[in-house]
Every structure is written in C-alpha cells, then in structure tokens.
C-alpha cells in the first residue's frame, strides 16, 4: 500500500473505529475496575512510519529497559523498517505488519495482537504522532498502562492511561523520552547517541564494492543521498543543486562521490546523474545495499551529505560528519545529535510546514521553495572548509540558535 493510502484509510475509517472505541471505553468503564500490574513483565513499542524516529527511539527504549531490567521488550514496526529492528539494543522480541497488500495487512495486525494478548501486555508506549491506528492498536492489546500523545480535537480520542504532551520546540528524543516520564523513568542527562556498529559480512562486502569501483585507496569518501522517504518527497534538495554539487566535488576537489538509496529510489538517482556533467564519474550504489550495507558504508565514510531523512541518523549513531538540508520540517524536530555536523535551513516563512497533525503533508504540494533557498555556494564553502581539515559548524543558514541535543 501506498503511505499516502494508508494515511487516508488512518484518518477516514480510523477516526470512525477511533470514536466506536472511545463510546465502548466510556460505556463499560463504570464495570471495570481499572488492573495496574503489580510487577511490569511486557512492554510494547509500537512506531511504524520513519526509520529515522525509529532511530531516535533507542534512548527511550534503553531508558525503558534500564527502569525495568526483568521485564520482556516487544517492538512492532511495518515490515520494511525490520532491518532497523533487529540491530536495536534492548528489544527482545520484535513484531511486523507487511503492507505490500491491504489483506495481508489486516492478518498480520489480527496474528500480532492475538499474541500479544496472549503474552499478557502490561504497559504500551505508542511512539507515533496522533495515528488513530496506533491509538487503537494499543487499547486492544489490552494493556492495563498505555502510554502516548495526546491533543484534544486530534479525532482519535483518549483511550490512553498516560496522555503525555507533544512539545513541538523540542528535539524528538526529548519527545519520546517525555513518554517515559509520564510514567516515572528517569531522563537521561545528557542525552546520548544510542552506538551502533556494522556487522563484520556487511563490511567484507562493502569493501569489495568500493574496490571494485576503485575507492579502496586513500582519499576522503564522501557519501550523498539525494533522496527523502513518500512521506514527504518535499523534504529533497533540488536534484540540479545536487547534480551541481557532485560535479563540483569530482572537477574542483578531485573527490567520487558515492550515491546511496533504496531499490525504488534507483531511478530518481540516475535522473540525479544523468544531469550531472561527469556524472560517470560518481559511484552509484542505489539499490545495491541492505540496510547493514549502509551502515558499514557510511561507518567507512568520511561525510555524508542528505536531506532530512533516516541516513542522517545512522551517521550520527555512527559519529560520522554530515551536511543536512531541511526545509519543510525543522531541524529544532529532527536535526541530528551530536557536534561534527552542519544543518542547512532557510527560514522562508511558510517553513516549516509539516507537524504531527496535518499528517506531514507539505501544503506546497511539490513547490518546495524552502529547499530552492538553500544556496550552492555556501554548501560549497561549507565542503571547502571541511575537506581542508576544518571541523564542520553550523552554517550562516543553519538553525544554530537551536541546537539538537549533544551539539
């Protein structure tokens, strides 16, 4: 299914079941007398859109385990995020729904929820953003402690135990560790990048990627991803400021960059390359790497150059340097955690545009002119000044009056 249908289905029919649920809820609670769990022994996460926040969700789940270190941590995600779950610490179980077909979908959500029923669920931490799909998913684990978003008008309700509030001007690892708080685990201080590292085949097979494209030498490996999830293609860089960029780093810094993206996000870096003047001298790697691929790629690399999409987080678990653009949404969000990095942001007035209750749709359909601001030349100068050994800092057009935690 495409993520554009299946947001449409969450808020017709979801806000419908959302409603059903919520006159049931209020029906029988006069019935019920509310079950704490003496003793947390299964906790679920749930957060199915965005690779990226499902990164940026491991310090609440290491919070979470540290709080409760007998207790079982289940994750369930959409299939095509699986790869993420299974190199994330403190998950012992994870779940997946696959969306490639509505039927196969709605199977997967009856299996999985029968068996966490079984499983006894004691406490639910819904991660998404007001979906009344995941509000309605947690209240029929029948988890006695739910803990998620909350804003009235939203229409999907309160089913929760533990409304907690979405505090837009902070960084969404503070976000989703307020989940934590509503329920007394302790914050952090400081907030860490959760580590990660690449597993040793993935290494071998990268390596032998890059020397068979002769990049096994000396010299800096610069990485670009020129791509942004369907959620909001909005959120790329002019394809021509990136075909610029490229020929600029092959002609003037005598550097071969190395493309990056998913099977499906093949054909729109070719389109990139072909209107490069040498792009036949980049090296593209869409489509050619898994999701441990990228991680033992990028942890060889030297910087990687992206728009605000889930790369930019795994380089920063990484501690490799990045240069990020962001337009539509705001780096104060989703800017990456940690000091060696720059973020590129225009601050046109219609930005940012996108929030966790228009469903990230950007209102220019397309017209991203809050990308189109972001200049060549100081992009250039930034580069300049890291190739010639300089540490990145945040640029002239960078949101640095708000720095993201650790920077």
Sequence with gaps: ?????????????????????????QAKRPFIKRRVPHEVRNILFMKFFGMG????????????????????IYYISFASNQSVLNRMTGVDEWMVLRTDSFLRFCRDVVVNLLALRRRGIDMVFDLEFFSRFSMMFSYMTGAPIRVGFYKLNVGRGNLLTH????????????????????????VPSP???????????????????????GLDGPGPRVVINVNASELCLERRWPAELFAALVDYLIERRRVRPILIGSPGERPYVDHVLSICLRGDKAVNLAGNLDFDGLVALLEQSDLLITNDSGPLHLAAMLGVPSVSFFGPETPLLYGPIGNDNAVFYARVYCSPCLNVFDAKIAACQGRNICMQAIGLENVIAKLDSFLDGEKLRPSSEADAAHPSPGG
């Design 1 to 25: 299914m495409h993520v554009r249908n299946m947001i449409r289905i969450d808020l017709v029919l979801g806000t419908l079941v959302c409603m059903l649920l919520n006159i049931v809820h």
């Design 53 to 72: 926040s499902l990164i940026l969700s491991m310090p609440l789940v290491e919070s979470v385990r540290k709080h409760y270190p007998g207790a079982r």
């Design 163 to 186: 409304p907690t509030y979405f505090n837009h001007y902070r960084h969404i690892t503070e976000v989703f560790l307020a989940l934590g708080e509503s329920v007394g685990i302790a």
């Design 191 to 213: 907030i860490l990048v959760p580590g990660l590292k690449p597993i040793p085949g993935a290494v071998e097979r990268v390596q032998a990627m890059l020397q068979e494209h």
